[in-house]
Nanobody, 124 residues
Framework: VQLQASGGGLVQAGGSLRLSCTTP????????MGWFRRAPGKEREFVAS?????????YYGDSVKGRFTISRDNAKNTVYLQMSSLKPEDTAVYFC?????????????????WGQGTQVTVSS
């Protein structure tokens, strides 16, 4: 399964961006999906996940709570990450990932497939 992330770019602090992650072929709409990021010189960091248990369950990393929103459109096989109130420390390559099951969180091992990443740069 190939995941295609897009929507990154250069934005000023306080601005917004929306990232998208699509799969070229249909994956189970019940699979959990997540976003991670990696800043230069830093470890990969969990950003957000969306799981399915009869309804969507979202989970966020502490550094993005209240600013980022993850959502999905199963008809379009797409997961979104709406990023608002961006800060320079949000600068990173953002990766989407597809879970091994319906329930996913911050654990990397919960994810089976990874996208190639999209660069987000926030200027001060």
């Amino acid at each position: 399964v190939q995941l295609q992330a897009s929507g990154g770019g250069l934005v000023q602090a306080g601005g917004s961006l929306r990232l998208s992650c699509t799969t070229p072929r249909r994956t189970s709409s019940n699979n959990g999906m997540g976003w991670f990021r990696r800043a230069p010189g830093k470890e990969r960091e969990f950003v957000a996940s969306i799981s399915w248990r009869g309804h969507n369950i979202t989970y966020y990393g502490d550094s993005v709570k209240g600013r980022f929103t993850i959502s999905r459109d199963n008809a379009k096989n797409t997961v979104y990450l709406q990023m608002s109130s961006l800060k320079p420390e949000d600068t990173a390559v953002y990766f989407c990932a597809a879970g091994r099951s319906a329930i996913v969180g911050a654990e990397v091992q919960a994810y089976a497939y990874w996208g190639q990443g999209t660069q987000v740069t926030v200027s001060s």
